[in-house]
């Protein structure tokens, strides 16, 4: 099964700009769709990019289209999350995951081949 490890949150102002990445190791990554997703304070899990097992195709929330750009590299087993222009509301937990492909990577109720990872915080201050 394939692990998964996010990095790259922190804490930042209004307007900038972070980019999210997440290792993956196990079984090959090329496999697999990926998607992020957020969670924030006392608020539902939700889905904010995914991108298809070869990287063609993505999808992106109407919350984050436009300012963020989801990305894989499968040699180095690794999916990316790049936000610009951030706002507090972006503010959550985002946790990567693996799925069996894109249709169900881009929704939050989970098929049984559903690999989470630990999450990464990210804070944006207004």
């Known amino acids: 099964q394939v692990q998964l490890v996010e990095s790259g949150g922190g804490l930042v102002q209004a307007g900038a700009s972070l980019r999210l990445s997440c290792a993956a190791s196990?079984?090959?990554?090329?496999?697999?769709?990926m998607g992020w997703f957020r969670q924030a304070p006392g608020k539902e899990r939700e889905v904010v990019a995914a991108i298809s097992r070869s990287g063609l195709s993505t999808y992106y929330a109407d919350s984050v289209k436009g300012r963020s750009t989801i990305s894989r590299d499968n040699a180095k087993n690794t999916v990316y999350l790049q936000m610009n222009s951030l706002k507090p509301e972006d503010t959550a937990v985002y946790y990567c995951?693996?799925?069996?492909?894109?249709?169900?990577?881009?929704?939050?109720?989970?098929?049984?081949?559903?690999?989470w990872g630990q999450g990464t915080q990210v804070t944006v201050s207004s």
């Open positions: 196990g079984r090959t990554f090329s496999s697999y769709a």
């Open positions: 995951a693996a799925d069996r492909d894109l249709r169900a990577a881009m929704v939050v109720t989970a098929t049984p081949q559903r690999r």
